[in-house]
């Protein structure tokens, strides 16, 4: 079918021409091209030249076929641009995955309908044409259009009309033994109705009784609303129905006037968590989004606050003796540090280090990277950081050896709007829309920075832990850490093929990258996740008498591998990835500063056998390794992405790496074992009665392969074999 649409002199627009084709025809056209790409003729004219190289006098015209915008809103220019998409549900998760391969950058923002998905993407228009022809499923383009500005700005009635709809959407399931987040923050309002339901009055708790704990300033009401709703922007444009089983909790820990001392934060922190359990023991994920620069730079080095974190996650610190998860954030930049350029190299200045307590080995660090490059119709100036790369506000790790790597992670963090002369600014398209303390006088305020991407870690985080109560939080935190990845703009910064002293740069700046909870969730036909929760003591006093303390055992794992599927495979590459994940007891002393091997109670190590090892001879290899006075010398130059130097640091060990199906088929022991730690160099009493928890995450991704790894591993394996050695 041809549609002719006549040529309008008046508006300079040109005779158009849009052809319907079937499903058929289409599949003829796509082999046409493909033979275009891959054969030539004898006179060395690639076959169907003219057809092709016409193509591109039409993407325009294929574009507008689906675009349902105003047609003056029709992206000009040959740069990229944000489209929103529509895309057919069944076929949307392919599009998903696959567009950043044709250059098109998908956000993680969904809005989900009866028939459809929706979603924000950036690229050129021949990118996102290329894309469309190769991929199935997009059913309509239009102009992305409604940013957290569209609702920030209404007027308090029209905000209350949205209000009484989202609470319409919305149920608080009824759950005996709900998650909680819990805020240490500036207090949180309960008068907002999208808030109240999730917090009682009895909840709300202040580090000094003499402090009141409602919300003057307006930090902690916004990060409530984001640890329940995420970026409303997205939860006001979906209008489906929004299911919330966590609650939450509030303990202030900045008082209304004036400040903390300095040498108090982490007595202040401490106060907070002691009166927020006072109410009883739940599975609590504990935000700080307050950080401090007096303690900067410490180059990754412990301070008393952060050495306070890691006692509190521990369990050796307050009333109560239990581990606990906490998140905290990075840290937010001076805004008058930036000019109108490339921002990267201001992040990345030892200047803009994260600050203090975020350096804390237990805790999991959030730092911020950005999606959001969507400006109002008409509005002047551009988004400072390209979609997918670090947010303008979040600080980096300024050193790249032996304190452990942050951020862990990054979450959404808004952006910078660059209009003018320097410095950038912020802007409230480039925002995430959030709860306003001043409820009734106005519903929706909006909000950024790392604050705001540690808010939505915390509600991803606690939300993965609802749907697996019995983990403990050193594994909750291994399996959403390791679930991140970084963005194809983040890989960009990588060389062609990159080493492994090549990743330090990002480590630095992103962490693991930005979580999938998806990932984290699924074990899947083709993506198989094994969990071990276990103890383990690493040292004993020697048998030669004396104070003297050595290595006492390892633990060795006799992995389930599902070998019939794997041999299948042969050489088809498949990935696997591993995390280690244990919380230590911290010694912040002034020798401890300079050493993680005094820093911590305990450290633990993962090795897998390699090829062609059997069981006897990896005990052998390791156990010699185990009798070094530090760390192991162990050659793993076989395969590992990351290595030794990034890997084998903090409290939290992460790496992966790929070979070939049948490679990994004979891999199938890995090792946990202690090396030093302060338990270790000095007379504590009893070492070999002081047991220590462990998580280790084993996962493996067999790509687009067709076997069915998750089927042989279940009929084979109720738990993993373990013995001590």
Known sequence: MLRVEPARPALNQPQRATVFATDEGLGKLRRKVEDFEQKDRKSGRPYNADL????????????????????????????????????????????????????????ADRLEFPEDIVVIATATREALALAIRRLAGVRALAAPSVTADYFDAMNPDEQDDWVDSLQGWTTFEAVDDPNYVTLLDRGVSRAHPLIQ????????????????????????????????????????????????????????????????????????????????????????TFLLASTTEDDSPHDGAPTSWSSELDQLSAGVSGIVKIRRLMLVSAGNSDQNRFGNGDYLPVCDD?????????????????????????????????????????????????????????????????????????????????????????????????????????????????????????????????????SARWTERMRSHLPMNPGKGHFAPLFKRYGYGVPDMERARRSASNALTLIVQDTITPYRLSDSGGADHVHNEMKLFELPWPVE???????????????????????????????????????????????????????????????????????????????RNRRDVGSLQIDQLTCPASDLARRNFIAVHPVAGWWKTRAIENPHERPVRFALVVEIDASESESNLYAEVKAVIETLNVAEV
């Open 52 to 107: 092709v190289q016409s193509i591109g006098a039409i993407v325009e015209a294929g574009l507008r076929a689906l675009w349902r915008s105003p047609a003056a809103r029709f992206p000009d220019g040959q740069g990229a641009v944000p489209w929103e998409i529509w895309l057919d549900k069944a076929e949307a998760a392919g599009f998903i995955g696959q567009g950043p391969e044709y250059g098109v950058a998908v956000g």
């Open 565 to 643: 599927e794997l041999r299948k495979l042969v050489n088809h590459p498949v990935t696997l990835r591993v995390a280690l994940s244990t919380f230590v007891e911290p010694n912040p002393s002034e020798p401890a500063r300079g050493s993680k091997f005094r820093y911590a109670s305990h450290n633990l190590r993962f090795k897998l056998n390699r090829a062609n090892e059997g069981r006897a001879a990896f005990i052998a290899r390791i156990s010699k390794a185990a009798e070094e006075p530090d760390e192991p010398a162990i050659d793993e130059n076989d395969g590992w992405t990351f290595g």
């Open 350 to 482: 030892p200047g803009n280090e994260l600050e203090s307590p975020a350096q804390a080995w237990n805790a999991v660090c959030v730092g911020a990277y950005t999606e959001k490059n969507t400006l109002p119709a008409g509005e002047p100036g551009t988004p400072l950081a390209p979609v997918g790369d670090l947010a303008p506000s979040s600080r980096t790790a300024s050193w790249s050896s032996h304190w452990p790597l942050k951020p862990d992670i990054v979450m959404e963090g808004g952006n910078w709007l660059v209009s003018g002369p320097p410095p950038p600014m912020k802007h409230a398209a480039l925002s995430l829309l959030t709860t306003d303390h001043t409820y009734p006088a106005r519903a929706f305020t909006t909000v950024g920075e790392t604050s705001a991407a540690t808010a939505l870690a915390a509600r991803s985080v606690t939300e993965l832990w609802s749907d697996y109560p019995d983990l403990w939080p050193e594994t909750i935190r291994a399996v959403f850490v390791s």
């Open 197 to 284: 339901p999730a917090l009682t009055a009895a909840d709300r708790h202040a580090a000094d009784p003499a402090w009141g704990v409602e919300d003057v300033v307006g930090h902690g009401t916004q990060l409530a609303g984001l640890t329940l709703y995420g970026d409303l922007t997205v939860a006001l444009q979906t209008m489906q129905p929004i299911r919330i089983r966590h609650r939450l909790e509030s303990a202030k820990i900045i008082p209304d006037a004036g400040h903390n001392p300095h040498h108090l934060l982490g007595a202040v922190t401490r106060a907070a968590v002691n009166a927020a359990e006072t109410t009883g023991t739940r599975r609590r």
